[in-house]
């Protein structure tokens, strides 16, 4: 019957070929390597990559699952924008996270902040990853991006093992670009300046490190100052939680420290963590954040009010959280008219004493 058969529709390829299909699928989809690491493993030209990749799927090798994205709040999302001069602002409608921690609200925000970054990664962009358990699901949902180079900005979590693994997030986002990956397989804090300084000149992470400056847009997510919400909290001793809590740290982003007022605390940490550093931070053209959940709503609000970011993904709780908390006058939802001056944000330096270390001659 006619239309019954819709085996015609898929390839035909015969078992070698099929054999190839599952094992370049193997290599994009799994391992995270690029159409052009695949074409010289074995020895094909990028065009029939994909296209055995678009066999595969026809096939029924890879099965590709849509998510229904998030419901996205409106009017939230332009208060958000307006109060705090963002370029993009999107608020997703998800249930507050509770006692678990922020799992529940990335769920809906990771699919939501991937479709944004995919839509303002441009040709020849350098794109600036943080490290952490956010962005890396962000990545996850990359299918498509325009070419660029990926470089991860902050060290692995202190608490994870430094594997292969520990560069994935980089990884999958220049397999969607086919662009370069630098990848950083070094803690984010380390115990002393000496053996931060140590680190920062071995080769491949020097390298990575170089690319720094380069950076054209950069996705970050934002912890706030306690156990199991900031990359950098559970790393510290007790006694260091305590002096920074002290100094009014209630926000952290990219192991920078911030006060209730947005802004940064300089300390002796800014020496012994493998990050970009502010003045670097500043320059970056675009920083999209991606953080939510009532746990998270006062540090989000803190970075807000730096100014260093420029875009911002979260949920309805959280943003109602920072219109509220925000020092502006105007009622939420009227615009906020000030000028908003990224390279002026200010910076309050502590005089905390740590243990003074030659650094490594390669420093210069």
């Not at 956010?134 to 900005?153: G, P």
């Not at 996705?219 to 006694?239: E, F, P």
Request: proline share 5%.
């Amino acid at each position: 019957m006619a239309g019954s058969d819709t085996s015609s529709s898929q390839p035909s390829l015969p078992p070698k070929e099929i054999l190839l299909a599952a094992s370049v699928a193997r290599r994009f989809y799994l391992d995270n390597q690029s159409k052009v690491e695949i074409s010289k493993e074995f020895d094909i030209s990028r065009f029939k990559v994909a296209r055995l990749l678009e066999a595969a799927v026809a096939l029924g090798i890879v099965e590709i699952s849509i998510t229904v994205p998030a419901e996205i709040d409106t009017e939230l999302s332009t208060a958000m924008r307006r109060r705090f001069g963002l370029k993009h602002a999107i608020v997703v409608k998800a249930t507050a996270d509770g006692p678990g921690g922020p799992e529940p609200v990335t769920q809906w925000l990771a699919p939501t902040a991937a479709h944004l970054i995919a839509t303002m990664v441009e040709p020849d962009d350098v794109l600036g990853l943080a490290w952490d358990h956010t962005v890396n699901s962000v990545t996850e949902r990359f299918t498509k991006l325009s070419l660029c180079t990926v470089v991860q900005l902050t060290g692995v979590h202190p608490l994870e093992s430094i594997t292969a693994d520990s560069g994935a997030a980089v990884r999958r986002a220049a397999a969607a670009s086919g662009g370069k990956s630098y990848p950083i397989y070094a803690p984010l804090v380390l115990p002393n300046k000496l053996t931060a300084d140590i680190l920062r000149c071995q080769p491949d992470i020097a390298e990575s490190l170089n690319q720094f400056d380069r950076v054209t847009k950069a996705v970050m997510a934002i912890g706030a100052w306690g156990s199991t919400l900031s990359t950098v909290y559970d790393s510290l001793t007790v006694n260091e939680r305590e002096q920074y809590r002290g100094l009014g740290v209630v926000a952290e982003m990219g192991a920078l420290l911030f006060n209730r007022d947005g802004r940064v605390i300089s300390t002796e940490l800014n020496d012994r963590v493998i990050s970009v550093g502010s003045k670097q931070f500043r320059r970056i053209p675009e920083v999209i954040g991606v953080a939510g959940g009532i746990q998270k709503a006062e540090a989000i609000g803190a970075v807000l009010r730096s100014g260093l970011l420029t875009s911002l993904v979260t949920d309805s709780s959280a943003a109602l959280h920072s219109l509220r908390g925000s020092p502006c006058s105007e009622p939420y939802g009227e615009p906020n008219l000030g000028p908003r001056l990224r390279t002026d944000t200010a910076e309050v330096v502590q005089d905390t004493s740590h243990i003074g270390l030659a650094e490594p001659a390669c420093l210069g």
